[in-house]
T-cell receptor
C-alpha cells in the first residue's frame, strides 16, 4: 500500500535561517506531489506541485522553493525564513495522471521566531 | 488561493444529532472530495465523488455530488464524540492545466457535546 511521510513534524526556527522540509512517498511510481500550507485559520493553500522529477510549478509568489530530486521525494526549502512563513505545511500525493485522489501526509508545524 | 464557499463555519451539536454541511462554487468540478482533519494532523479522505448526482455513503457519512457540478453536501448521522474535527470540502478539475489540484473550502468546525 502507498504511504507518505514528511519530517520534521515540528520545527522552531529563527528569522533569517534556512528551511528544509522533506516528504517521501512509498508504494507508487511517478506520483503527482504537492506542498500545501495551512496558516492560522483553516484554509489550505497550494504552494507547489510536481508531476515529475525536476518539474516544479509554483502557485503563489513567496519566500519558499521546492525541489524534486527523486521520483518519490519532494523538498520544501527557504534560504531565509520570515515570520510570515510560520504555519502547518502539508505534503500530498496523487497517482500519476489527471484527477486522481489526493492523500495528505502528517504535516509539519513550522514556527519562525 | 481560490476557495469554495463552505458552510456552516462551525457547528456545536449534541451527541446523537445529525450534521449537515455543504460547499458551493461558481466553477464546475469533475470531482468532489470531503476530508476530515484532527488537530495537528493532515487531512484524511472521507469520501470521493466522481459523477454529477452521485450519492455515496461511508458508514454514518453520506455525501452527494450536485447535479450542476458546482456543489456538494456531507451529512453525518448520529454523531459521536470522535466526529469532532474540521471537515473540508475540495473540488478537483481533471485537466492538463490543473493537474488534479484541489480547491478547498474554508472548513467546518464540528464540536460534539455529550
Amino acid at each position: 500500500s502507498q504511504t507518505i511521510h514528511q519530517w520534521p513534524a515540528t520545527l522552531v526556527q529563527p528569522v533569517g535561517s534556512p528551511l528544509s522540509l522533506e516528504c517521501t512517498v512509498e508504494g507508487t511510481s511517478n506520483p503527482n506531489l504537492y506542498w500545501y500550507r495551512q496558516a492560522a485559520g483553516r484554509g489550505l493553500q497550494l504552494l507547489f506541485y510536481s508531476v515529475g522529477i525536476g518539474q516544479i510549478s509554483s502557485e503563489v509568489p513567496q519566500n519558499l522553493s521546492a525541489s524534486r530530486p527523486q521520483d518519490r521525494q519532494f523538498i520544501l526549502s527557504s534560504k531565509k525564513l520570515l515570520l510570515s512563513d510560520s504555519g502547518f505545511y502539508l505534503c500530498a500525493w496523487a497517482g500519476a495522471g489527471l484527477g486522481n485522489t489526493i492523500y495528505f501526509g502528517e504535516g509539519s508545524w513550522l514556527t519562525v521566531v | 488561493g481560490q476557495q469554495l464557499n463552505q458552510s456552516p463555519q462551525s457547528m456545536f451539536i449534541q451527541e446523537g444529532e445529525d450534521v449537515s454541511m455543504n460547499c458551493t462554487s461558481s466553477s464546475i468540478f469533475n470531482t468532489w472530495l470531503w476530508y476530515k482533519q484532527d488537530p495537528g494532523e493532515g487531512p484524511v479522505l472521507l469520501i470521493a465523488l466522481y459523477k454529477a448526482g452521485e450519492l455515496t455513503s461511508n458508514g454514518r457519512l453520506t455525501a452527494q455530488f450536485g447535479i450542476t457540478r458546482k456543489d456538494s453536501f456531507l451529512n453525518i448521522s448520529a454523531s459521536i464524540p470522535s466526529d469532532v474535527g474540521i471537515y473540508f470540502c475540495a473540488g478537483q478539475l481533471r485537466t492538463t492545466d490543473s493537474w488534479g489540484k484541489l480547491q478547498f473550502g474554508a472548513g467546518t468546525q464540528v464540536v460534539v457535546t455529550p
